[in-house]
């Protein structure tokens, strides 16, 4: 049954009792219904939180911030960051109420932006496109990179390779990409899956680490300090190590990108943003501790090839590790599913608008399966482009996927910082922040550009050909070719998002 839109009210509260009619409002910002809305609330939510996924990225990045800040950062930096980035969702998600569709990101930077609005789209776009496709490469990679730890485990004569973890690389996103290729309920049970996994992993790993130990670190261990990167300056070093939240806290965009697919969309795609962001939070601080807590020989574990790994071993025995690295594994595969199935929609909206090459083959969609299977295939290729450097050099392949984070953050400050520069022109959605909106989104912007500058620094000393941070590089190669794209053709045909028509018009184009 159809439902009308309530007037938003200026308020920062979401009226449960108003009817939104999703398709009336994709028909008013003038597209037809492609995609098959199977996602409920909890659907739209779980896409985020299997994306942010605190087992996946507290696992891959722990051993990072044992080096740099130690305890100190890795428990009170996750706090502060934490916050940082809760301010980040909130104001994407007032934007996300208000443009409701799979572009996302680039869509809402065209319509929010007063001037240049092609140009805006743009650049928001390859920078979400980018970030998106190196995300699904570098969980891919962490995933293989964690089997083969299990392997090497069980099999003590296994030694990883480059070349096999580009392989099961490889196999991994391939998988992704079949998965993602039937329907949306598929999809959908999935990432439902994807949640419990986490939740229950998350109970199973805590309440070993707090039981089967023999000792645990005293209180007071939470505030000791450790700089190990090489740089004498320790306030460096320290701020180095609240990276470790910001590479966990990435991806929280897919809800926004599902809006097509998802009921009630206005209210329930903030809400995903939001509650992924707050429960990741929680979850991750209990994470964090519990590893924290459960270090033995710091000066041991620190310096292992994997020290959370490390950690199980010491205080688990090996068979225990073993099973708790199974859930860890599992948690990287589902974290991978969902950053590919938020790039396919990025890619079918962006290719929707004719912004990509190739642009009608991309935002076609199945008449079986009801999904973009060409985007799919398109986002698996580009994913596969980008781990073949680790062939030869993992140095490369770290360059290539160091984009993702800064790529997506960036991304999400420019809808953010359009819409504080519109004012009081800005028509917000029925989730809204009110009168905290301007407040909220300026520390928004300004610790994403905080921490953005933060990415591309020099993370060890000495800095050599091996430990220099080609994220600057990476990031201004795909800037640069934007930038050369746009002005040699892409300027005369890509206006900004596309209108189908009036209302009347594209709903007569809706597949049924």
Same mark, same amino acid.
């Given at each position: 049954?159809?439902?009308?839109?309530?007037? @938003?009210?200026?308020?920062?509260?979401?009226?449960?009792?108003?009817?939104?009619?999703?398709?009336?409002?994709?028909?008013?910002? $003038?597209?037809?219904?492609?995609?098959?809305?199977?996602?409920?609330?909890?659907?739209?939510?779980?896409?985020?939180? /299997?994306? =942010?996924?605190?087992?996946?990225?507290?696992?891959?990045?722990?051993?990072?911030?044992?080096?740099?800040?130690?305890?100190?950062?890795?428990?009170?930096?996750?706090? $502060?960051?934490?916050?940082?980035?809760?301010?980040?969702?909130?104001?994407?998600?007032?934007?996300?109420?208000?443009?409701? /569709?799979?572009?996302?990101?680039?869509?809402?930077? $065209?319509?929010?932006?007063?001037?240049?609005?092609?140009?805006?789209?743009?650049?928001?776009?390859? !920078?979400?496109?980018?970030?998106?496709?190196?995300?699904?490469?570098?969980?891919?990679?962490?995933?293989?990179?964690?089997?083969?730890?299990?392997?090497?485990?069980?099999?003590?004569?296994?030694?990883?390779?480059?070349?096999?973890?580009?392989?099961? /690389?490889?196999? =991994?996103?391939?998988?992704?990409?079949?998965?993602?290729?039937?329907?949306?309920?598929?999809?959908?049970? *999935?990432?439902?899956?994807?949640?419990?996994?986490?939740?229950?992993? !998350? !109970?199973?790993?805590?309440?070993?680490? =707090?039981?089967? @130990?023999?000792?645990?670190?005293?209180?007071?261990?939470?505030?000791?300090?450790?700089?190990?990167?090489?740089?004498?300056?320790?306030?460096?070093?320290?701020?180095?190590?609240? *990276?470790?939240?910001?590479?966990?806290?990435?991806?929280?965009?897919?809800?926004?990108?599902?809006?097509?697919?998802?009921?009630?969309?206005?209210?329930?795609?903030?809400?995903?943003?939001?509650?992924?962001?707050?429960?990741?939070?929680?979850?991750?601080?209990?994470?964090?501790?519990?590893?924290?807590?459960?270090?033995?020989?710091?000066?041991?574990?620190?310096?292992?090839?994997?020290?959370?790994?490390?950690?199980?071993?010491?205080?688990?025995?090996?068979?225990?590790?073993?099973?708790?690295?199974?859930?860890?594994?599992?948690?990287?595969?589902?974290?991978?599913?969902?950053?590919?199935?938020?790039?396919?929609?990025?890619?079918?909206?962006?290719?929707?608008?004719?912004?990509?090459?190739?642009?009608?083959?991309?935002?076609?969609?199945?008449?079986?399966?009801?999904?973009?299977?060409?985007?799919?295939?398109?986002?698996?290729?580009?994913?596969?482009?980008?781990?073949?450097?680790?062939?030869?050099?993992?140095?490369?392949?770290?360059?290539?996927?160091?984009?993702?984070?800064?790529?997506?953050?960036?991304?999400?400050?420019?809808?953010?910082?359009?819409?504080?520069?519109? $004012?009081?022109?800005?028509?917000?959605?029925?989730?809204?922040?009110?009168?905290?909106?301007?407040?909220?989104?300026?520390?928004?912007?300004?610790?994403?550009?905080?921490?953005?500058?933060?990415?591309?620094?020099?993370?060890?000393? @000495?800095?050599?050909?091996?430990?220099?941070?080609?994220?600057?590089?990476?990031?201004?190669?795909?800037?640069?070719?934007?930038?050369?794209?746009?002005?040699?053709?892409?300027?005369?045909?890509?206006?900004? @998002?596309?209108?189908?028509?009036?209302?009347?018009?594209?709903?007569?184009?809706?597949?049924?």
């Amino acid at each position: 049954m159809s439902e009308r839109i309530s007037a @938003p009210r200026a308020k920062g509260h979401v009226e449960d009792s108003a009817a939104l009619d999703d398709d009336a409002t994709l028909h008013a910002m $003038g597209y037809p219904r492609k995609l098959t809305r199977r996602f409920q609330a909890f659907d739209n939510f779980a896409i985020s939180f /299997t994306i =942010i996924n605190i087992i996946s990225g507290i696992f891959s990045s722990f051993g990072f911030g044992m080096n740099a800040g130690g305890p100190r950062i890795l428990v009170f930096g996750w706090i $502060g960051v934490s916050v940082m980035v809760l301010f980040i969702g909130v104001a994407m998600a007032e934007v996300a109420s208000a443009y409701p /569709t799979s572009g996302a990101l680039y869509f809402s930077a $065209g319509k929010l932006a007063k001037r240049h609005k092609g140009a805006w789209s743009w650049y928001t776009g390859w !920078l979400n496109f980018v970030g998106q496709v190196g995300g699904t490469a570098a969980t891919g990679y962490a995933a293989a990179t964690f089997i083969q730890a299990f392997i090497a485990l069980q099999w003590h004569s296994y030694e990883p390779t480059a070349q096999q973890t580009v392989m099961i /690389t490889a196999l =991994i996103i391939v998988l992704q990409g079949l998965a993602n290729t039937y329907t949306v309920q598929l999809v959908a049970l *999935l990432n439902r899956i994807s949640v419990w996994w986490l939740l229950i992993g !998350l !109970l199973v790993i805590v309440s070993t680490l =707090i039981v089967m @130990p023999d000792d645990h670190q005293s209180a007071s261990f939470v505030t000791h300090f450790v700089n190990n990167t090489g740089f004498t300056n320790g306030l460096y070093g320290g701020m180095l190590g609240l *990276l470790v939240t910001s590479w966990t806290f990435t991806g929280f965009d897919g809800s926004f990108h599902m809006s097509e697919e998802t009921v009630r969309a206005t209210v329930n795609a903030p809400k995903g943003i939001t509650r992924a962001i707050g429960y990741s939070a929680i979850t991750g601080l209990i994470l964090m501790l519990a590893l924290v807590y459960s270090i033995h020989d710091y000066a041991q574990v620190a310096s292992s090839s994997a020290p959370p790994v490390q950690i199980l071993i010491d205080g688990l025995g090996m068979g225990t590790a073993k099973a708790i690295l199974l859930i860890v594994i599992g948690a990287m595969l589902f974290c991978g599913l969902a950053n590919l199935t938020s790039n396919t929609r990025q890619i079918f909206a962006f290719s929707r608008d004719g912004a990509m090459p190739g642009s009608r083959w991309w935002h076609s969609v199945s008449p079986r399966t009801r999904t973009p299977v060409k985007a799919v295939w398109l986002a698996v290729a580009c994913s596969l482009a980008l781990v073949v450097p680790g062939w030869w050099s993992h140095t490369a392949f770290t360059a290539i996927v160091s984009v993702n984070v800064v790529g997506l953050f960036l991304a999400y400050a420019v809808p953010i910082f359009l819409r504080l520069r519109l $004012g009081d022109e800005f028509q917000p959605g029925p989730w809204n922040l009110g009168r905290w909106s301007k407040v909220i989104g300026w520390v928004a912007v300004i610790w994403i550009l905080a921490s953005s500058v933060l990415f591309m620094l020099p993370q060890v000393s @000495p800095i050599t050909g091996d430990t220099f941070n080609y994220a600057s590089i990476a990031l201004a190669v795909v800037l640069i070719i934007a930038t050369v794209w746009w002005f040699a053709t892409a300027r005369r045909r890509f206006q900004g @998002p596309i209108s189908y028509g009036r209302p009347d018009e594209v709903a007569a184009m809706d597949l049924i």
